[in-house]
């Protein structure tokens, strides 16, 4: 066995698990970003294997597939165990999740509350709330997914959740070092290149890429990859645990980190709350709630904590397989 000798951005259709996936091929690139948040720095060079990478993120369509043929029940969908969250109200142990509501006017942006609320019976079939649904939704990423319903898919399909390092050097297309996943211009010639948010956060969305929520997953167009939805639409888990920044660049070319794997899991809780001890891995890529007065959040480099135990209207995933090919 061994590596077939393809190009980067062939589509793979080898077998069920492994149709719909792009080939990444692997090298040295710039990881991070010196230029926007902290946790972003500093910047170093990486260097990852070739793997290959679903060209979307999992749809609805998708995890129906998973959910029917496993009788899976996600982590939204469950009654939270007392025993887990200390000093819970009990009326709040309920099933459900976080979903975005727009409030009408501005709003304090460091309260999360204020546009964010634990809706009972909120999961990845009623995205909304209890009275909403998927219907007409089959091509829209799967949404309220949780970092063990993420594992489970991708057990099931055979694959892996990448390493930020591997998500990162794949959206990046091969343009090492630029701003976002298609050049260093958000909008070139005016163009959206992605689901992101314009307007006034949280209160005015002007919808001017076309979608008020989460967008079809081919609707925007593909990096130098072959990948769609790198930027934007949902945030994406990966396998790492969150650290507060990155590791120093490596002093020699002959000690850049191979494959690497971020932080770990004591390190990767949230200090701001002590009694409640939840690790936390890093999400990339932004979402449809990323706006340039808010969340400049859709780019390569930008990374985002989030505990292990939530899901919320805007977090989905896609797989990757480090498996070799047949040739």
């Known amino acids: 066995m061994h590596d077939v000798g393809v190009a980067a951005g062939v589509p793979l259709s080898d077998g069920p698990s492994q149709r719909g996936m792009i080939w990444i091929p692997g090298g040295i690139f710039r990881m991070g970003s010196d ?39 996600t982590f939204a969908e469950t009654r939270p165990d007392a025993k887990d969250y200390p000093g819970a109200l009990p009326h709040m142990l309920k099933a459900g999740s976080l ?21 009972f019976g909120a999961n990845w079939r009623r995205p909304y709330g209890s009275r909403s649904s998927i219907s007409g939704l089959d091509d829209h990423p799967v949404v309220h997914i949780a970092y063990r319903d993420a594992e489970a898919y991708a057990a099931w399909a055979g ?17 090492d ?8 211009e958000q909008l070139p010639g005016g163009r959206h ?4 948010w314009q307007g006034n956060f949280p209160h005015q969305n002007l919808v001017a890429d076309g979608f008020e929520r989460t967008s079809p997953v081919t609707a925007f167009p593909v990096n130098g990859y072959g990948l769609h939805d790198m930027i934007g639409n949902v945030w994406e888990w990966t396998a790492d645990w969150y650290s507060q920044k990155h590791d120093a660049d490596a002093p020699k070319a002959c000690c850049i ?8 899991e004591g ?17 990339k890529g932004g979402s449809h709630l990323c706006a340039p007065s808010y969340c400049r959040r859709y780019r390569p480099a930008a990374r985002h904590a989030e505990p292990i135990d939530t899901s919320t209207s805007h977090v989905g995933f896609r797989c990757i397989t480090r498996k070799r090919i047949r040739s």
């Not at 979903?99 to 809706?119: E, I």
């Not at 290149?193 to 992101?196: C, E, I, P, Q, Y």
């Not at 390190?267 to 999400?283: C, E, G, M, T």
């Open 177 to 184: 070092g630029a701003e976002f996943a298609w050049g260093d």
């Open 257 to 264: 980190p191979q494959n690497p794997r971020g932080g770990s």
């Open 99 to 119: 979903v975005f509501t727009p409030p009408k006017c501005p709003v304090d942006l460091r309260g999360w509350s204020q546009c964010w609320s634990f809706k």
């Open 35 to 73: 230029r926007h948040y902290a946790e972003e720095a500093p910047v170093h060079r990486v260097s990852v294997s070739g793997f290959w990478m679903d060209r979307t993120p999992v749809t609805n369509r998708d995890f129906r597939k998973f959910v029917n043929a496993t009788g899976y029940v």
């Open 159 to 175: 694959k892996d959740l990448p390493t930020e390092a591997e998500w990162e050097f794949a959206a990046r297309g091969g343009l």
């Open 193 to 196: 290149m992605a689901n992101t």
């Open 267 to 283: 390190a990767s809780y949230d200090s701001r709350q002590p009694n409640l001890r939840i690790p936390r891995k890093v999400l």
